[in-house]
Nanobody, 123 residues
Framework: QVQLVESGGGLVQAGGSLRLSCAAS????????MGWFRQAPGKEREFVGC????????YYANSVKGRFTISIDNAKNTMHLQMNSAKAEDTAVYYC????????????????WGQGTQVTVSS
């Protein structure tokens, strides 16, 4: 069974940087699409970005494009989300997701979700 465990959340000042990690286990991920979602209090869940585990293009929401970067560390079976130039509106619980379908990841209906990690940006 695929398991996703996020880490790295915490408090960061506006303009600062934070790196989230998602440790993946229980499967062979070469054909998986991985992604990040976030949900702020009182708001709908929002797509952040995604990547194919085996390489290829990354896709980002307009709200984070140019500031966030998703990458894969194959040796550690881990996906990272590098957050730079953090803004108060980036405050949310961030979720790691995985699915064999790129469509399901982008649509917000992936089969696998992590438990989430809180990111708080202080202004």
């Amino acid at each position: 069974q695929v398991q996703l465990v996020e880490s790295g959340g915490g408090l960061v000042q506006a303009g600062g940087s934070l790196r989230l990690s998602c440790a993946a286990s229980g499967g062979t991920f070469n054909n998986y699409y991985m992604g990040w979602f976030r949900q702020a209090p009182g708001k709908e869940r929002e797509f952040v970005g995604c990547i194919r585990w085996s390489g290829g293009n990354t896709y980002y929401a307009n709200s984070v494009k140019g500031r966030f970067t998703i990458s894969i560390d194959n040796a550690k079976n881990t996906m990272h989300l590098q957050m730079n130039s953090a803004k108060a509106e980036d405050t949310a619980v961030y979720y790691c997701v995985a699915d064999l379908s790129h469509y399901r990841v982008v649509a917000g209906t992936p089969n696998y979700w992590g438990q989430g990690t809180q990111v708080t940006v202080s202004s």
